[in-house]
C-alpha cells in the first residue's frame, strides 16, 4: 500500500504517465470533459473533494511549469483564485478567457473532476521536468 502522496490510482497513473509540457487539469463539478479525454471524478457530494485540497495534493507528486486559469477566476471567485496562487507560487499563471480554457483542455491527458461548486474553480497544469 502506498504510504502517502497521490493514493487514487488514476490519477497516480497519469502523472507517471505524463512528460514535459503535457496537462492535467483539475475541474470543479461543472467543467465539460471532451470527449476522449480521461475523466477522473472524485466529486462525492457539494464541496467533496474540494479544488484547493485536490490541487495541493496533486502538486506534490506533479513538476509543474506553467498554470492556466480561466480569466473570470480572479473577478468572480476572488478568494479562491488568492488562495490557489498561495498553492502554486513559484509556478507562472496565464489567464485566458473561459472559453479558450475550454478547449485547451481538449488536449489534456486527463480531467480531474472535483465536487467544488465556486464557479471557475478549475487550473491546467502543464508537466515540467524534474532535472
Known sequence: MKKNGVLNKEISEVIAGMG???M???GDAGLPVPSG?????LALTRG???????????LEELQVENAVVAAEMESVSP??????LK??????????????FKKIT????????????????NVILQSGVVF
Open 106 to 121: 481538449h488536449s489534456a491527458a486527463a480531467i480531474i473532476r472535483t465536487g467544488e461548486f465556486t464557479p471557475y474553480a
Open 20 to 22: 514535459h509540457y503535457d
Open 87 to 100: 498553492i502554486i507560487k513559484g509556478i507562472p499563471v496565464s489567464k485566458v478567457t473561459h472559453e479558450e
Open 48 to 58: 467533496i473533494p474540494d479544488f484547493l485540497s485536490t490541487l495541493k495534493v496533486v
Open 37 to 41: 479525454v480521461k475523466r477522473i471524478d
Open 79 to 84: 478568494l479562491l483564485h488568492q488562495n490557489m
Open 24 to 26: 492535467l487539469v483539475i
